[in-house]
């Protein structure tokens, strides 16, 4: 009975290797997969019995080729109301606007992370409109590498900046902490560029991206015969960045086997790699990055003390959006003149009243939220200025602000019966309650959740699980 109420996923896509990959992550998400090696059986697939009962599709593009949009644009007129994520080893801007354009709710880029990956199979769950301009987006357009492309006048924002050019001159450890989508992979990377070791080796590990019992071995390295499987001897990633640079995303999601013996080496300067009998001398700049505060994992035991000395050597902490909200009209303007100078893509500006609207918002993917919903727009928008009428969830959310300066009234409320004298169920009138609260609250969810008496990660979820929202 429960196989029975599990999402079923049908992926077209004829590499096994990479089915058997996504079909285990997609089952971490309670999901079952159905894979289909060519697009016409795909089609074919649509009508079945087992085809009705699909949630969503994952599209690998090498299996259609050049017909991926095609084939997109049949599926979806077949099944309008069916997400579909396209996976592509393409960085390509304009093959991500004409999948867009031909209905792919998302877009992954090989190889994709896992939590790229669930996170996109989330937010297919939460029956959000079709243009769901909340769909994060994060891999449509090329990275700048210096400080000046970082947009924001904050004052938290500018320190953060001024000290992480201050550190980046220097060869000491840094740690950038701040929540997901605030820049902590942009800054690094504008760190790297002003560094005095940018010509040295360097090498960026996602430590969540990697698998535990794989994370060892690529951090320092093995020789051959040191355990089942190794068959060569292979140089880990602190040895090959002697003289240089390593980058730890998600260092906070190191194992404390791991955290132990990466503060070991910072101590002595050296590197044993599994199964050699002596170590070697290195010099390794560590850049990590952390979403959560690390002090605060040290004082709960989550995290080793020994090893938050030696990373944080100069510790960045960039401010999350909501919290600089003045700057979202000068990072507004700046994306879209980015965006425009994309393939399939063209400048356009932006009306007082969409400002006010992306203002409003509390962004909790932050500034790559944010990057994501005017991609989105822009692909869709026929006008020469994006309006508040290009961001239909947003107004769902929080109203349109043309009318911000009348508050809300009190007579606002909930039905709480259906026309037939019944009560509705608490499932719809909560999900009523939360859209009035957004909309009172203009879209302030720290507000929100704490006049709803939740806290904002039990918001969040409620969004998700009620269908109102997906960015969390």
């Known amino acids: 009975m429960a196989e029975v109420e599990q999402r079923l996923l049908m992926l077209i896509d004829d590499e096994p290797a990479q089915s058997r990959l996504i079909t285990a992550l997609a089952a971490r998400e309670g999901w079952r997969v159905l894979v ?11 009508g079945t019995r087992q085809g009705m009962q699909l949630s969503a599709i994952i599209l690998d593009q090498w299996v259609p080729g050049d017909q991926a949009c095609e084939l997109i644009a049949e599926l979806k007129e077949r099944r309008p109301a069916l997400p579909i994520l396209m996976l592509t080893a393409s960085t390509s801007p304009l093959l991500a606007v004409e999948a867009m354009r031909a209905g792919a709710t998302d877009y992954l880029v090989k190889p994709v992370a896992p939590e790229r990956l669930m996170q996109a199979l989330r937010n297919t769950t939460n029956h959000l409109a079709p243009r769901d301009e909340l769909t994060p987006l994060t891999e449509k357009m090329p990275a700048l590498l210096d400080f000046d492309a970082m947009v924001g006048t904050a004052p938290s ?15 000491g450890n840094v740690l950038i902490e701040g929540e997901t989508g605030t820049g902590k992979e942009m800054l690094v990377r504008a760190m790297h560029a002003a560094s005095p070791r940018v010509r040295a080796p360097y090498r960026a590990i996602n430590v969540g991206g990697v698998p535990a019992s794989s994370l060892e071995s690529v951090l320092f390295g093995h020789e051959k015969g040191s355990f ?7 140089v880990g990633a602190l040895q090959s960045c002697d003289g240089g640079t390593l980058v730890l995303d998600e260092v906070d999601r190191l194992a404390p086997d791991l955290q132990d013996r990466l503060a070991e080496s910072l101590t002595n300067g050296t590197v044993r790699p599994i ?23 040290v004082a709960t035991g989550h995290f080793r003390a020994e090893l938050l ?3 944080s050597r100069t ?12 700057d979202i009209a000068g990072l507004t303007r700046h994306f879209l003149a980015r965006i425009g100078d994309q393939p399939g893509l063209r400048q356009m500006g932006i009306t007082e009243g969409a400002l006010k609207l992306l203002a409003a918002f509390d962004w909790p993917g932050n500034v790559r939220q944010l990057q994501a919903v005017l991609f989105r727009a822009a692909v869709f928008c026929d006008g020469d200025a994006l309006t508040a009428a290009d961001f239909p969830q947003l107004n769902q959310l929080i ?5 911000a300066s009348q508050p809300v009234l009190e007579s606002t409320g909930v039905q709480v019966y259906t026309v037939d004298g019944n009560l509705r169920p608490l499932e719809e009138i909560e999900a009523d309650v939360i859209r009035l609260a957004i909309g009172h609250y203009r879209g302030r969810m720290t507000e929100v959740a704490r006049r709803l008496g939740i806290g904002r990660s039990t918001l ?7 269908g109102i929202e997906s960015a969390a």
Do not use: C, M, W
């Not at 089942?228 to 292979?234: H, K, S, T």
């Not at 199964?275 to 605060?296: T, Y």
């Not at 109203?399 to 009318?403: D, F, N, P, Q, T």
């Not at 969040?460 to 009620?466: A, H």
């Open 315 to 326: 510790v960045v902490t960039l401010p999350p959006l909501r919290e600089r909200s003045g």
């Open 309 to 311: 000395e030696h990373l």
């Open 275 to 297: 199964g050699a009998r002596h170590s070697f001398k290195v010099d390794v700049r560590i850049i990590s990055a952390s979403n959560l505060p690390l002090a605060d994992l």
């Open 460 to 466: 969040y979820r409620k969004l998700g699980d009620l």
């Open 399 to 403: 109203g349109e602000l043309a009318e």
């Open 157 to 171: 924002f500018r320190d953060a900046l001024a000290k992480a050019a201050k550190a980046a001159r220097g060869h």
């Open 36 to 46: 289909v090696d060519e697009a016409e059986k795909a089609i074919a697939t649509l």
């Open 228 to 234: 089942p499987g190794a068959f060569d001897r292979q």
